[in-house]
């Protein structure tokens, strides 16, 4: 699978914004999505995930309420809506893929295949 993440930029803390990932290659509803996010000198670490079918997803316990996942298998696109943005939201932000399972994995050596981030950052 082939990812391509879009949408970063920057934003006024409060403020929103919306990432795009763009799938190609496989067939994409058979796949687990994640976002994943990385500051300078941190380690990647998870926002979310959702299911193959869309029907389960996971939060960060730092993004959830303020962030939504979500994607389209018509499009072959996942989506991260992120509203109330906050300084410590900045980073690069990364689109992942895993083959869909009964487990929604919050660690990246779960996921095979990784879009080339897109920068967020938010001032205060």
């Known amino acids: 699978v082939q990812l391509q993440a879009s949408g970063g930029g920057l934003a006024q803390a409060g403020g929103s914004l919306r990432l795009s990932c763009a799938a190609s290659?496989?067939?994409?509803?058979?796949?687990?999505m994640g976002w994943f996010r990385q500051a300078p000198g941190k380690e990647r670490e998870f926002v979310a995930a959702?299911?193959?079918?869309?029907?389960?997803?996971a939060y960060a316990t730092s993004v959830k309420g303020r962030f939504t996942i979500s994607r389209d298998n018509a499009k072959n696109t996942l989506y991260l809506q992120m509203n109330s943005l906050k300084p410590e939201d900045t980073a690069v932000y990364y689109c992942a893929s895993k083959w869909g399972s009964q487990t929604l994995d919050v660690v990246p050596e779960k996921y095979n295949y990784w879009g080339q981030g897109t920068q967020v950052t938010v001032s205060s």
């Open positions: 959702i299911s193959w079918s869309g029907g389960r997803n």
């Open positions: 290659g496989r067939t994409f509803s058979n796949y687990d």
